[in-house]
């Protein structure tokens, strides 16, 4: 039960926060064609990363709420392309525009989604140790992956981009 009301917890502050993302992008955009910024949004903190989720990775599933249980995705680098990770219960058989939920239980990193392939469209960000299900956003809708630090840019082993 604290696990469903956790979840929910996390669609709400999603949408909260994906809310304001249109006027902030086209702020932030820094002359970035085809690139759009947004706001940082934070996901539901768990106990612990969902079964099959493992250590230092970023984790995400084709249905809501985790499922199927025990078999995510899992990449632990940037990917500007998530076509070429096959799914066979995936439309086209693959992970882009796929993902429902999602985990991130990186080491050290926040990982970051888009919306567009080679780290274009519309940027989100999943803190270590939270996950949820995607907002309208990016349901169903994300091609390729990066990483960040806590404030927002990048390091030596957080190589970006980032929105």
């Known amino acids: 039960m604290r696990r469903i009301l956790a979840m929910i917890a996390g669609v709400v502050l999603l ?24 706001t940082a949004f934070k996901s539901v903190k768990i106990a612990a990363a969902p079964a099959g989720c493992g250590s230092g990775n970023f984790c995400f599933w084709p249905n809501a709420n985790y499922s199927p249980a025990g078999n995510p995705g899992e990449l632990s680098g940037r990917n500007a392309d998530w076509a070429i990770f096959s ?28 919306t567009g ?17 995607f907002s309208s956003t990016f349901n169903n809708a994300v091609s390729s992956n990066s990483w960040g630090t806590a404030s927002g840019g990048t390091s030596s082993s957080c190589g970006g981009p980032v929105p």
């Open 15 to 38: 949408l909260g926060a994906m809310a304001g993302t249109s006027a902030a992008s086209s702020a932030n955009n820094s002359g970035k064609q085809g690139q759009v910024s947004a």
């Open 87 to 114: 799914r066979g219960d995936c439309p086209n058989d693959n992970w882009d525009n796929c993902a429902t939920s999602d985990y991130n239980n990186g080491n050290s990193c926040e990982a970051v989604v888009w």
């Open 117 to 133: 392939k080679s780290y274009t469209g519309t940027g989100g960000w999943i803190y270590r140790g939270t996950g949820g299900n």
